[in-house]
Nanobody
């Protein structure tokens, strides 16, 4: 079992910055890829960025150059530094982690509860 908790959302003016954090926990967790998704009202949930244990990153075109994803493998944490925020970035941001169970040889995704990011104009 893996628990995922996000934090760091809030209200910010356009052009501002926020840093989101996500902590995964579980005594037998083996976290592989970690990522951030977002969902705005009326929109589909979309990938924002993800990162492999080796540090390979992937970004949505809409955030490339503005957002930076990073992780701490020892702490099982992933972060999203968001700069130059725009009103269209307003959404609930969700952390997703992929856990690989060496005993069962099953990989499963776990989601956080979401954290609201609101960017005002």
């Amino acid at each position: 079992q893996v628990q995922v908790v996000e934090s760091g959302g809030g209200l910010v003016q356009a052009g501002g910055s926020l840093r989101l954090s996500c902590a995964a926990s579980g005594s037998r967790a083996n976290i592989v890829t970690m990522g951030w998704y977002r969902q705005a009202p009326t929109n589909q949930r979309e990938l924002v960025a993800d990162i492999t244990p080796g540090g390979i990153t992937n970004y949505a075109d809409s955030v490339k150059g503005r957002f930076t994803i990073s992780r701490d493998n020892a702490k099982k944490e992933v972060y999203l530094e968001m700069n130059g925020l725009k009103p269209e970035d307003t959404a609930v941001y969700y952390c997703k982690v992929r856990n690989y169970d060496y005993m069962t040889r099953v990989g499963r995704d776990y989601w956080g509860q979401g954290t609201q990011v609101t960017v005002s104009s």
